[in-house]
């Protein structure tokens, strides 16, 4: 079983930045792919970015296509969010989460298709304008 504690939301102003961390414990973390998602009341939960346990591959969605880059450290069990660029659409609750590979999936096809296996407990994103 796989804790997942997400960390570095809070309140930011239009065009910032933050960075946030999702700390993993009580499992095999190297053997995962690793997500983010957020939500917003009223719509479904959305993958931003996506790395595999390697770190060979990523995937981002369009919505946040070179403003995030996803990261990872096996090292530290953690998983990383560098969001720039902020807009007040980004506002949402962000959530990591971790997938154990697919056999016959391929990275991508897999993070957008099938369901993660593990989540965070989420952290509040909020950007004012």
């Known amino acids: 079983q796989v804790q997942l504690v997400e960390s570095g939301g809070g309140l930011v102003q239009v065009g910032g930045s933050l960075r946030l961390s999702c700390a993993a414990s009580g499992g095999t973390f190297m053997s995962h792919a690793m997500g983010w998602f957020r939500q917003v009341p009223g719509k479904e939960r959305e993958l931003l970015a996506a790395i595999s346990w390697s770190c060979g591959r990523t995937y981002y969605a369009d919505s946040v296509k070179g403003r995030f880059t996803i990261s990872r450290d096996n090292a530290k069990n953690t998983v990383y969010l560098q969001m720039t660029s902020l807009q007040p659409e980004d506002t949402a609750v962000y959530y990591c989460?971790?997938?154990?590979?697919?056999?016959?999936?391929?990275?991508?096809?897999?993070?957008?298709?099938?369901?993660?296996?593990?989540w965070g407990q989420g952290t509040q994103v909020t950007v004012s304008s």
């Open positions: 989460a971790a997938q154990w590979p697919r056999q016959g999936w391929g990275f991508e096809q897999a993070a957008t298709k099938m369901k993660w296996d593990y």
